[in-house]
């Protein structure tokens, strides 16, 4: 099935760790996303990439990476400087044309900090 | 900037219609969307509507769109407990190439 799985689904952090957060879409689409939820929110934009080797900075991307070095990957680094990183983090992509931009998302990873 | 704006939260009987409103401030919105968001999942898309349409209706969903007013509707008959959920609704334009978020609203069903 055509879809965006995000893994793992859980994760937990020490104090000091970078963590990464799995994205993979089989859906062809070019651009892609990620998203952050705190309880009770609204959703936030860490980052977002167009197309293969390009990615660009969202709302709050301090503390972040990501990398995309292949169309279907798009995985997501907490590093140690994201002072509050315990929330749900949502993958999203889109065809990424003049076609709405309609956005599609995985089930989500949820990162706590202990 | 641009903002969306939606209410916290909305309880309704079970059986009954339910209505969730958006209010957005770009004169220059495309599209309009509504999202369902179930328990620690992701985003579901449930339907759209493009701004020169005034109205959607898909199966027990209607959407309404009142352009002059910037004021989207998202109208439920018949509501059932699986319709229990955060909605989300978002805006987008040609010029702008991330969506702009309501921060959700949350439906109650009340049995």
């Known amino acids: 099935d055509g879809g965006i799985t995000q893994s793992p689904k859980y994760l937990f952090r020490k104090e000091g760790q970078n963590v990464t957060l799995s994205c993979e879409q089989n859906?062809?689409?070019?651009?892609m996303y990620w998203y952050r939820q705190d309880p009770g929110q609204g959703l936030r934009l860490i980052y977002y990439?167009?197309?293969?080797?390009?990615?660009q900075k969202g709302d709050i991307a301090e503390g972040y990476s990501v990398s995309r070095e292949k169309k279907e990957s798009f995985p997501l680094t907490v590093t140690s400087a994201q002072k509050n990183p315990t929330a749900f983090y949502l993958c999203?992509?889109?065809?990424?044309?003049?076609?709405?931009?309609?956005?599609?998302f995985g089930e989500g990873s949820w990162l706590t900090v202990v | 900037g641009e903002d969306v704006e939606q209410s916290l939260f909305l309880s309704v009987r079970e059986g009954d219609s339910s209505v969730i409103n958006c209010t957005y401030t770009?004169?220059?919105?495309?599209?309009l969307y509504w999202y369902k968001q179930e328990p620690g999942a992701g985003l579901q898309l449930l339907t759209y509507?493009?701004?020169n349409m005034d109205m959607k209706q898909d199966q027990r969903l209607t959407v309404l769109l009142n352009k002059k007013d910037k004021h989207l509707s998202l109208r439920i008959a018949d509501t059932q407990t699986g319709d229990s959920a955060i909605y989300f609704c978002?805006?987008?334009?040609?010029?702008?190439?991330?969506?702009?978020w309501g921060a959700g609203t949350k439906l109650i069903i009340k049995p």
């Open positions: 859906l062809n689409h070019d651009a």
């Open positions: 770009d004169s220059s919105s495309t599209y």
């Open positions: 990439s167009q197309i293969v080797n390009d990615f």
């Open positions: 999203a992509s889109s065809i990424g044309q003049d076609s709405g931009n309609t956005i599609y």
């Open positions: 509507i493009f701004s």
């Open positions: 978002a805006e987008s334009n040609y010029s702008n190439y991330q969506l702009i």
